[in-house]
């Protein structure tokens, strides 16, 4: 039901392939809400024009094969309501540094180290992301849950980072064998450019 849903969502707000709806679904502002594949998204698109959800029509390109270009129907539209009614199971949270931050007295001080460092720099980058989408859109009455969602995922970054920050030296002691590392602080605040509004 996510893929459905995540397809409906995104073809809501315009035409799309199914190229770009992976695009989006991986690298864009859709990226933060489901898990989708070319393997799991082209078979929904499918079902979705089936159900009469959605329209698929065929545009010509020179030299290359036709593209497949998805509209959401009026019922598609209700429906996509319908979904986002329904009660959600909890967000699922994996992070493979969680795995490497649970083996630190084993995986050592160096690697520990790297390890943070590593995700700092993508909490920071995704930060980074997050705020230039957030200056891309208008602060008018459709975008306000757009922008809530977007301030959303900041604080959480910059919550991230403040922690990882704080208490960094309490980890990397436990790697180097020191198990009396210091007790877990409050994270400090993180200040970038747009995210402090």
């Given at each position: ?125 995704k930060l980074q992301q ?68």
């Open positions: 039901m996510s893929v459905r849903r995540l397809c409906l969502a995104m073809l809501s707000e315009g035409d799309a392939t199914g190229y770009e709806i992976r695009k989006e679904a991986t690298s864009g502002c859709f990226s933060y809400f489901e898990d989708a594949s070319y393997g799991s998204i082209y078979p929904a698109l499918a079902k979705l024009e089936k159900e009469g959800l959605v329209t698929m029509r065929e545009e010509k390109q020179p030299g290359k094969p036709a593209r497949k270009v998805y509209s959401i129907t009026q019922t598609g539209r209700d429906a996509l309501l319908d979904m986002l009614r329904e009660d959600l199971p909890p967000d699922i949270y994996r992070s493979p540094f969680l795995l490497v931050a649970m083996s630190a007295e084993q995986v050592g001080g160096k690697a520990i180290r790297r390890a943070i460092d590593l995700q700092i720099e993508q909490t920071r980058h997050l705020s230039e989408l957030k200056s891309r859109i208008t602060d008018k009455p459709l975008n306000r849950g757009i922008l809530w969602g977007i301030n959303y995922g900041i604080d959480c970054m910059i919550q991230k980072i403040g922690y990882l920050e704080a208490n960094r030296a309490e980890l990397e002691a436990i790697a180097d064998g020191d198990g009396n590392g210091s007790q877990p602080q409050a994270a400090a605040p993180v200040q970038t450019p747009q995210a402090a509004e």
